[in-house]
C-alpha cells in the first residue's frame, strides 16, 4: 500500500491554489491537507501539523515564501520545500536553495513537471524545472573550495 504525501499550498491567488490542488489530488498518493493566502499562516500550519511537503510561492502577503522556507530549516522542522514560482532569476533560485527549498518550479511549467518534483523531493531528492537547471551547475561552480578538493553541497 502507496504512503500518502501530505501537502500544503501557501499562494495568495485562491484560483491558482484552487487549480493546483486539483491537479495534486489526481494523484492517489498525495493530498492537500492545507491551503493558504499568507506566509504567516503557512509557517503556523507547518509548525502544528508538520505535512511532509510545503508548497510555497515567493511572493505572499505577512511573510513571504523565502522567510517561511528560511524559519523552517532554522528551526528543524521536519517538512520538504518546494517553492512554486513566476520567478525564473537566479537570484531568487539561490535564495530558495539558501533557505533550504528542495525542489524549485516555475508557475508556467507542465504539470507534470510539479507532479515529478513532489515525488522526487519526497524520496530526498531536488528537483529544478529543467529551464533553469543550468542554475544548479552556476551554484556548484561557485561553492568550490579554494583549495580545490571539490564542493560543497548546500
Given at each position: 500500500?502507496?504512503?500518502?504525501?501530505?501537502?500544503?499550498?501557501?499562494?495568495?491567488?485562491?484560483?491558482?491554489?484552487?487549480?493546483?490542488?486539483?491537479?495534486?489530488?489526481?494523484?492517489?498518493?498525495?493530498?492537500?491537507?492545507?491551503?493558504?493566502?499568507?506566509?504567516?499562516?503557512?509557517?503556523?500550519?507547518?509548525?502544528?501539523?508538520?505535512?511532509?511537503?510545503?508548497?510555497?510561492?515567493?511572493?505572499?502577503?505577512?511573510?513571504?515564501?523565502?522567510?517561511?522556507?528560511?524559519?523552517?530549516?532554522?528551526?528543524?522542522?521536519?517538512?520538504?520545500?518546494?517553492?512554486?514560482?513566476?520567478?525564473?532569476?537566479?537570484?531568487f533560485f539561490n535564495c530558495a536553495m539558501d533557505a533550504g527549498a528542495m525542489g524549485y518550479v516555475l508557475k508556467n511549467s507542465a504539470i507534470p513537471d510539479i507532479l515529478d518534483c513532489i515525488q522526487n523531493v519526497h524520496a530526498g531528492k531536488y528537483y529544478i524545472t529543467p529551464s533553469i537547471s543550468s542554475y544548479l551547475m552556476s551554484r556548484a561552480k561557485q561553492s568550490k573550495s579554494p583549495s580545490g578538493n571539490g564542493l560543497k553541497f548546500f
Amino acid at each position: 500500500m502507496n504512503e500518502t504525501i501530505t501537502i500544503l499550498i501557501a499562494d495568495d491567488h485562491p484560483l491558482f491554489r484552487k487549480g493546483l490542488k486539483e491537479v495534486i489530488e489526481g494523484e492517489p498518493s498525495l493530498k492537500v491537507v492545507k491551503e493558504t493566502g499568507d506566509g504567516n499562516e503557512a509557517l503556523l500550519y507547518i509548525e502544528e501539523q508538520k505535512p511532509d511537503i510545503a508548497i510555497l510561492d515567493i511572493e505572499m502577503p505577512v511573510m513571504n515564501g523565502l522567510d517561511v522556507a528560511l524559519k523552517v530549516q532554522q528551526r528543524q522542522l521536519p517538512v520538504d520545500i518546494i517553492m512554486l514560482t513566476m520567478h525564473d532569476k537566479e537570484t531568487f533560485f539561490n535564495c530558495a536553495m539558501d533557505a533550504g527549498a528542495m525542489g524549485y518550479v516555475l508557475k508556467n511549467s507542465a504539470i507534470p513537471d510539479i507532479l515529478d518534483c513532489i515525488q522526487n523531493v519526497h524520496a530526498g531528492k531536488y528537483y529544478i524545472t529543467p529551464s533553469i537547471s543550468s542554475y544548479l551547475m552556476s551554484r556548484a561552480k561557485q561553492s568550490k573550495s579554494p583549495s580545490g578538493n571539490g564542493l560543497k553541497f548546500f
